[in-house]
């Protein structure tokens, strides 16, 4: 016997059996259906393909820039006793000193500036530049006609950048117009 009137047999009074062409549309009905979920699966999966390739690019420059800039922290430790050296070097030109001692500290000095050059760490050239806020730290204002208003005339400790950024502002003086009727000397 078929399978066909095997199914026939098998169908209970008054139940009616699907016809070929009943099969067929249903079918068609299932295939169509499975083709969407799969095409739909097919673009979860590379959505996510793609999240998963921007997260490793940007899992790779966080770690590109943390390795760039790991050291830092300590860099802008270091600073503070570059400043002392920076100032005991001013003390002893200031007493005309050119000993050996002097000659030992601008010694240790240039080789801190060589070591944080090697190192992507910058002094900041402010004296004259116009002030800029990201850049500097104005610690007071001195009354001028020399230059323009917010313009840094005295830098009081040296600013450094890491690379591109700014480790330390610089502390620095900055101008301003004198007050109305008031005329300063030029300073030479």
Known sequence: MSKKAEKVEEAAPGEQTPTGGEE????KAQLL???KNRDEFLSLVKATRADFENYQKRAQREQAQEKRF?????????????DNLDRAM???KKAGDQGPLVQ????VSSQFLEMFRRHGVEKMKAEGSPFDPNQHQAVLEIPTNDQPPSTVVQVLENGYTIHDRV???ARVAVSKAPPAG???PADN
């Open 104 to 107: 030992g500290v601008t010694m």
């Open 70 to 82: 790991a050291h830092a922290g300590l860099a802008a430790d270091i600073l503070s006793a570059l």
């Open 24 to 27: 067929l549309a249903a079918l």
């Open 90 to 92: 001013e003390a002893a």
């Open 33 to 35: 259906d499975a083709e």
């Open 182 to 184: 008031d005329s300063l």
């Open 167 to 169: 480790l330390r502002p």
